[in-house]
């Protein structure tokens, strides 16, 4: 399969606190890797560097085969633009309808052809596809949190993005929600044919949705691998986590 990302020996420090130190990682086209850890040990901070929100120290990291540290601003927003990142908070524009914020990024890039017939099947097209199209005119503070995270979910997918970052796309759901946007995951995978990254401490997420697995501890990833296989790890503390 072809690497659609690649990192190799990245380092982040935010003044004397070292984030990340010498991460390297691969992605391929249609894989999901699920990266995991206890909270506030960089692990959003690895997918702000990956989309150029953060700068890296040192360290390369390629997108579709170009080292994003070399591009001026308009090469990255267009690489950007083939990458979708689905906020832990959804991000939704409080002031948009439904329709609206699908509307919005549609109009900024050049994704198709801008008449009102276009727009308009794509955004049914993906609102279907997530299971929103009878709530198309109502506002982000009329759905639930299932719902934003749907709505969330749809918006990054109307510029067809060929790879997802999912900052917890589960956290703050009832179990039965998360069980949904899982499925709605692996759905929007197979569809889609997106290779993702995503970011969770949900157990059921990774073991549904990962194709390989990485444990990131103290800047460093100390394991990978499938669910099975963590599970199985010799290492009490990796094995605990998984059981």
């Known amino acids: 399969m072809d690497e659609v990302i690649r990192i190799k020996n990245l380092y982040k420090s935010f003044e004397d606190n070292e984030v990340l130190k010498d991460i390297s990682l691969s992605l391929r086209k249609g894989e999901n890797i699920v990266v995991m850890g206890r909270s506030g040990i960089g692990k959003s901070v690895l997918i702000k560097c990956i989309v150029g929100l953060l700068n890296h120290d040192s360290g390369t990291i390629e997108i579709f085969n170009t080292d994003i540290s070399t591009l001026g601003y308009r090469q990255l927003d267009s690489i950007r633009k083939r990458i979708g990142f689905l906020f832990q908070g959804s ?138 296989e963590m599970k199985k790890n010799s290492n009490k503390e990796i094995a605990e986590y998984f059981n």
């Open 91 to 228: 991000a939704l524009y409080d002031s948009m309808n439904v329709r609206e914020n699908l509307e919005f990024p549609l109009l900024r890039s050049r994704f198709l052809e801008k008449t009102d017939k276009n727009i308009n099947r794509v955004i049914d097209e993906v609102l279907e596809n997530v299971g929103l199209l009878n709530a198309k005119n109502k506002m982000p503070s009329e759905l639930s949190g299932g719902m934003q995270k749907r709505l969330g979910l749809a918006r990054t997918l109307v510029l067809r993005p060929q790879i997802i970052l999912y900052d917890e796309p589960t956290t703050g759901l009832d179990p039965v929600t998360s069980g949904e946007i899982i499925d709605l995951m692996i759905s929007v995978q197979k569809k889609y044919n997106t290779s993702s990254i995503i970011i969770t401490h949900d157990l059921k997420c990774a073991k549904m949705t990962a194709n390989n697995i990485k444990l990131l501890k103290n800047g460093v990833f100390y394991a990978e691998g499938t669910y099975e």
